[in-house]
């Protein structure tokens, strides 16, 4: 959807606009979570119904996923269960690889969520990179992305959330 100026005044009138630090609706995070990426898996129907079915029936709930694909074609699947879990996940998604003609699956056992949510996000330009680039400048390490068209999600290590948290709150502005 195309950015919509008269729409955008009439909630965040000019001034406002214009202030150093964007308004969003909050701050969202998740912590004791474990990042799994499964690498260099065919593109093909079905593939992401294995792993997330598989996950399931284990009673594993998987709260982040995002799924992208690389230069030799192949798709990479990265998701976030609760870091009790992700044991038995590792297992699964490891068990499942031969029969999915798929690569290896790389975990990261601590890492987090940060969240910023707010209203129109899809018609505000530059609110994804404004939170890139603070985490950036705090040193916090991006290992996965996701956004709709009202929160954009980075996973995180673990060990970096306080300062992730802090450089989201000196960035934006919350209600």
């Given at each position: 959807m195309c950015y919509n100026r008269a729409r955008w005044e009439k909630f965040y009138p000019r001034e406002e606009a214009q202030m150093d630090k964007i308004r969003i609706g909050g701050i969202m995070q998740n912590a004791h979570l474990?990042?799994?990426?499964?690498?260099?898996?065919?593109?093909?129907?079905?593939?992401?119904?294995?792993?997330?079915?598989?996950?399931?029936?284990?009673g594993i709930n998987v709260q982040?996923?995002?799924?992208?694909?690389?230069?030799?074609?192949?798709?990479?699947?990265?998701?976030?269960?609760?870091?009790?879990d992700s044991g038995v996940a590792l297992e699964i998604a490891q068990k499942i690889l031969p029969d999915?003609?798929?690569?290896?699956?790389?975990?990261?056992?601590?890492?987090a969520i940060v969240s910023i949510f707010g209203p129109?996000?899809?018609?505000?330009?530059?609110?994804?990179?404004?939170?890139?680039?603070?985490?950036?400048?705090?040193?916090?390490n991006i290992l996965a992305i996701s956004t709709s068209i009202s929160t954009v999600s980075c996973v995180i290590d673990s060990d970096?959330?306080?300062?992730g948290l802090i450089a989201l709150r000196e960035t934006f502005e919350l209600p």
């Open positions: 474990a990042l799994l990426n499964v690498a260099a898996v065919p593109d093909r129907p079905g593939i992401a119904a294995a792993i997330l079915n598989g996950l399931g029936d284990r982040f996923i995002v799924q992208c694909i690389d230069q030799d074609q192949r798709d990479q699947i990265a998701l976030c269960v609760d870091r009790d999915l003609d798929a690569g290896k699956v790389i975990s990261h056992p601590e890492a129109d996000f899809r018609e505000r330009p530059g609110i994804a990179g404004k939170m890139f680039q603070a985490l950036a400048e705090r040193n916090v970096d959330l306080e300062k």
